[in-house]
């Protein structure tokens, strides 16, 4: 019986060396939507973005971006894991909030100074 369970682990063990990967959100902060030629607004971010924040780091559970630009109006969210989020003064994700699936690129309208919180979605 130790052996099987030895023989298991050792085949789920990762390679010597090699870690798991974090789950990360980008956050991208924009003040204004962009125009058409003929000035008509349109539906997407003005670039470039006001600031490209540092990745949320939400491996270890519930993590919160750095406040907003006081300019900033719009982000651009996109996480390497399905994650949960959160917006506001102080907040903070549960898996019960909105969410994002991995690798897909979401625009939201936020307030300036608030931040956004990430947790992992299962």
Sequence with gaps: MKAIRFALALACALPAG???????????????????????????????????????????????????NASTSLIEIICNAQAAYLIGANPTATANNSWVPAGVSKFIGVKPSDKISFITKP
């Design 18 to 68: 090699q870690a798991l990967a974090a789950s990360t959100c980008n956050v991208k902060e924009y003040n204004a939507v962009g125009y058409s030629w003929d000035h008509i607004a349109l539906q997407v971010a003005q670039e470039p973005a006001l600031t490209d924040q540092s990745p949320v780091d939400f491996t270890s559970g519930e993590a919160k971006s750095a406040a907003f």
